[in-house]
C-alpha cells in the first residue's frame, strides 16, 4: 500500500495517470451520448436505421487504429513525447468544440465526424501512453504503475458511460450540457498534460514514413521479428478479441436472458469495470512488484472456468413476463446473483490477465522502438476486436445457435489459446534479457 501511495503522489506518474483518466473519461461521455441521442431520437433521424448508426460509429472509433497505428509510433518515437501529449490534448478539445456543434445544431453526421477524430486521438495517445512507462517509472514500479493505470481506465469507462447518460436524462433534452461536460473534462486533461515532465527522445534520426499501410506492414513486421514480444502482443490482443466477445452481449444477454431493464445493463457494465479494476490492484499484490508472468495463467484459468460459470447461470435464468428493474433482479432468485457473480469473476481474472502483458510487452521492447511497438499492438487488436464481431455474428446470426454457446465456444477457445501462448511464451522469458535503453 506504502508503494502505490507514493506513486499516486508522484509528479513521475500522477500527471500521467490523470491525463489518461481525463482522456477515457471524455471518450466515453462523448460516445456514450452519442449512443443515447441516436437511440432516443433526441436528435431525430429521418432516412438513418438506428441499428445501423450504432454500427457505424464503432466502425468510425476504430478504423483509426487500422489506419494510424504505425505512423502514430514513428512519431511517438521520433519526438519529445510530453510535448506530443500535449499536442493531442488540444487537438482534443477542438474535437469536442465541433462535436459539441454537431449537438447544438443536431446533425448526426458532425457527431459522426467528430467521433472519427476521437478515435484518431486515441490512436496518437495510445502509442505514447504505455510507452511512457517504462521511462517514468522505475523498473520496480512497472506493474504498480501498469495496475493503477488499468484501474484506472476502467473507472474512467464506467464514470464516462454513467456521466454521459446522466447528464443526457437530467438535461430534459437541452443538449448544451452534454457539450459543457466533454469540453471541460477535455480542457482538464489538457492541464493534467502541463505537469507531465520532459522526456528524452528516443529516436532523434528516425525518418518518419508517412504511407499509412506499408508503415503498418512494416510494424507488425518488425514486431514479428521479436519472437517473445510478438506473443506478448498477441496475448494483448486475445483479450480483446474475448472482451469484446462478452461486453458486445451485455445489453442482449439482460434484455433476453435476464428480461430486464436498461439499467441493469449499466449494473453489469459496471460489475465488469469494478471487476477489472479489483483483478489489476491484486495482480502487484498477490504477484508482486517485479514485471513476471505468474498471474497470467490464474487470469487465463479464470476467464475459462467463469465463462462457462455465466452460461451455465443463464441457462437457468427463469423467465419473466414482464421486464425486471435494478431493485427487481435482486429480490427475483438467486440465478441473478450467480449472473452477478460470474461478470465480476471475470473481470478480476481479466485484470489477473492484462496486466502483466501490458507490463511485460513495455520492458521486452527496445526503447527506441517501444512507442512502435505498442503501435503493432494497437493494429493487432483492432483486428482482433473486428474479428470478434465477425465470429459473433456467425454464430448468433448465421447460425442462429445461442449466446451461450457463444460465451462457451468462447471459453474453450480461450482454454486452448493461453495454452498454446503460455507453452511458447515461459521457454522465451526464461532465456531472455531486457533490452538495454
Excluded at 431520437?41 to 438506428?50: A, F, H, L, M, S
Excluded at 484518431?120 to 501512453?129: D, E, L, M, N, Y
Excluded at 414482464?322 to 449472473?339: E, N
Excluded at 459473433?392 to 445457435?401: E, G, M, P, Q
Aim: hydrophobic residues 55%.
Amino acid at each position: 500500500m506504502e508503494k502505490r501511495q507514493s506513486l499516486m503522489t508522484s509528479r513521475r506518474f500522477l500527471p500521467m495517470f490523470f491525463t489518461q483518466f481525463f482522456g477515457a473519461l471524455n471518450d466515453n461521455v462523448y460516445k456514450q451520448s452519442l449512443l443515447l441521442v441516436i437511440t432516443y431520437g433526441i436528435i431525430q433521424q429521418t432516412q438513418n436505421n438506428v441499428s445501423m448508426l450504432n454500427n457505424l460509429a464503432a466502425l468510425l472509433f476504430i478504423l483509426p487504429y487500422f489506419i494510424f497505428s504505425a505512423t502514430a509510433g514513428q512519431i511517438a518515437d521520433r519526438f519529445e513525447r510530453a510535448k506530443l501529449i500535449r499536442l493531442i490534448k488540444l487537438f482534443e478539445i477542438i474535437i469536442m468544440l465541433i462535436g459539441s456543434i454537431g449537438f447544438l445544431i443536431g446533425h448526426i453526421w458532425v457527431l459522426l465526424f467528430a467521433l472519427f477524430l476521437m478515435g484518431i486521438h486515441s490512436t496518437f495517445f495510445g502509442p505514447i501512453k504505455y510507452a511512457i512507462l517504462p521511462e517514468i517509472l522505475k523498473p520496480d514500479e512497472l506493474m504498480t504503475g501498469n495496475a493503477l493505470f488499468q484501474t484506472g481506465t476502467s473507472l474512467a469507462i464506467l464514470l464516462g458511460m454513467i456521466l454521459g447518460g446522466t447528464v443526457i436524462s437530467l438535461s430534459a433534452g437541452s443538449l448544451i450540457w452534454v457539450c459543457a461536460t466533454v469540453i471541460i473534462i477535455a480542457v482538464l486533461g489538457y492541464l493534467s498534460s502541463r505537469f507531465i515532465l520532459t522526456q528524452p527522445v528516443n529516436d532523434a534520426n528516425l525518418k518518419i514514413d508517412w504511407h499509412f499501410f506499408r508503415t503498418s506492414w512494416q510494424t507488425i513486421k518488425y514486431a514479428k521479428s521479436l519472437p517473445l514480444v510478438y506473443l506478448i502482443l498477441l496475448g494483448n490482443s486475445w483479450y480483446w478479441f474475448y472482451g469484446a466477445s462478452y461486453l458486445t452481449q451485455i445489453p442482449e444477454l439482460t434484455h433476453h436472458y435476464l428480461h430486464a431493464s436498461e439499467n441493469v445493463v449499466s449494473l453489469l457494465l459496471t460489475l465488469f469495470s469494478v471487476g477489472i479494476g479489483i483483478g489489476s490492484l491484486l495482480c502487484r499484490k498477490i504477484g508482486g512488484s517485479e514485471v513476471n508472468i505468474k498471474m497470467v495463467p490464474v487470469g487465463a484459468i479464470g476467464l475459462t472456468i467463469f465463462a462457462i460459470y455465466l452460461s451455465i447461470a443463464l441457462h437457468y435464468a427463469p423467465h419473466s413476463d414482464v421486464i425486471l428493474g435494478l431493485a427487481d433482479v435482486f429480490t427475483h432468485g438467486l440465478i441473478y446473483y450467480h449472473v452477478m457473480f460470474a461478470i465480476i469473476l471475470l473481470g478480476i481474472s481479466g485484470g489477473f490477465y492484462i496486466v502483466p502483458l501490458y507490463a511485460l510487452m513495455q520492458v521486452h521492447s527496445p526503447s527506441s522502438h517501444r512507442a512502435r511497438v505498442v503501435a503493432a499492438n494497437n493494429i493487432l487488436n483492432a483486428v482482433f476486436m473486428v474479428s470478434s464481431a465477425v465470429f459473433s455474428i456467425l454464430i448468433l446470426s448465421v447460425l442462429k445457435l445461442d449466446m451461450t454457446v457463444l460465451f462457451s465456444i468462447t471459453a474453450i477457445f480461450s482454454a486452448f489459446f493461453c495454452v498454446w501462448l503460455l507453452k511458447k511464451i515461459i521457454p522465451l522469458l526464461q532465456q531472455s534479457k531486457i533490452p538495454e535503453d
